[in-house]
Nanobody, 127 residues
Framework: HVQLVESGGGLVQPGGSLRLSCTAS????????IGWFRQAPGKGREAVSC????????YYADSAKGRFTISRDSAENTVYLQMNSLKPEDTAVYYC????????????????????WGQGTQVTVSS
């Protein structure tokens, strides 16, 4: 059973930082494209960032550009999402997902290419 586990969420003040982690115990993440998605209350799930399986390509939503950084540590079998300068509108449940893209240099920005999902970690930005 393929299972992804997110961690690192929590309550932070506006302007603060969090680092989310996505790991798997039963399979190697480095063969997959990894996406980070989020879902705020009353809204649909949206792509925040993704990284291709060969780490060459990354994507950031406009709302994340300049503030968030996605990275992969293959030795730790973990993908990170470093989030800086957090805003109240970043409040959401954050999910990581793994899937095979049509190219090892591509990562999907919709839910469709991703086969495996974590349970989500709550991020709350509030003073």
């Amino acid at each position: 059973h393929v299972q992804l586990v997110e961690s690192g969420g929590g309550l932070v003040q506006p302007g603060g930082s969090l680092r989310l982690s996505c790991t798997a115990s039963e399979f190697a993440l480095d063969v997959y494209a990894i996406g980070w998605f989020r879902q705020a209350p009353g809204k649909g799930r949206e792509a925040v960032s993704c990284i291709s399986s060969n780490d060459i390509s990354t994507y950031y939503a406009d709302s994340a550009k300049g503030r968030f950084t996605i990275s992969r540590d293959s030795a730790e079998n973990t993908v990170y999402l470093q989030m800086n300068s957090l805003k109240p509108e970043d409040t959401a449940v954050y999910y990581c997902a793994a899937g095979f893209a049509y190219s090892e240099s591509y990562c999907g920005t919709t839910e469709h290419p991703y086969d495996y999902w974590g349970q989500g970690t709550q991020v709350t930005v509030s003073s």
